[in-house]
């Protein structure tokens, strides 16, 4: 959570609040019942990105909450394939295609990139419940690589974060049914399997209510990679 993206983002102005770093904007939610994790992929504003061989394999999506009460970590979404789409790079008007995802061996899940537009997406089934008054602090994960002859060529950066929800079940509506809790670094993906992870601290959640330092977070590590290495 602390320093810049690894990359500026195709499509995405700089200037945005998650244009160029990381951003936490509500911590411990405080009235919602519901909450998922979500990421996204990107192509790298500098890069000229293959136009077919490369695919972004994703797998083990989790989402936690620090529980007050009692004091640890309680895992509330963990499913190994994600669902999404590929919505317009600046999100306008919601606009979104099919992603053309596909099982791959390993069972993870994976999908190609398309110009003009980023790949969004979120844990399969449904929103985790959370006790809105018991929460002291957020992290979400996912793994992710990518694979294809031409992976090697791509320039694709990666991010994670979250979003509370009035409960379970109510659509988006104007929008203010999920506020944001706010989103980690980009980092540039490669062959290699590598967490993506967002946690609500760090540089950017300085003065935001609830937000955990550095030294807070090392006391109660999250657990990083709980449903295994890929």
């Not at 007050?68 to 590929?86: E, I, K, M, P």
């Not at 967490?195 to 330092?213: Q, R």
């Amino acid at each position: 959570m602390d320093g810049p993206h690894e990359g500026l983002l195709h499509g995405v102005p700089p200037s945005w609040s998650w244009g160029s770093h990381p951003t936490v904007g509500n911590a411990t939610n405080g009235a919602d019942a519901a909450i998922t994790s979500w990421g996204q992929v990107y192509a790298d504003v500098n890069a000229t990105e293959p136009s077919s061989g490369v695919r972004v394999e994703l797998k083990n999506m989790e989402t936690y909450v620090w529980s007050l009460s009692q004091r640890r970590w309680l895992r509330v979404q963990a499913t190994v394939q994600v669902s999404g789409d590929h919505y317009v790079e600046d999100f306008a008007n919601n606009a979104s295609i099919a992603a053309d995802w596909q099982t791959e061996p390993d069972g993870g899940i994976s999908s190609s990139m398309v110009g003009g537009y980023n790949l969004h997406f979120w844990p399969t089934g449904s929103r985790g419940s959370v006790a809105p008054s018991d929460i002291g602090a957020v992290y979400t994960t996912y793994q992710a690589r990518l694979i294809g002859p031409n992976a090697a060529a791509a320039r694709y950066l990666a991010n994670v974060g979250g979003d509370w929800w009035l409960n379970t079940t109510v659509g988006y509506g104007d929008g203010t049914n999920n506020p944001g809790i706010g989103q980690g670094r980009f980092v540039y993906l490669s062959t290699n399997w590598n967490s993506v992870d967002f946690y609500t601290g760090g540089a950017y959640g300085t003065g935001v209510p609830g937000a955990w330092t550095d030294a807070e977070l090392a006391l109660s590590n999250p657990p990083i990679d709980a449903m295994g290495r890929p």
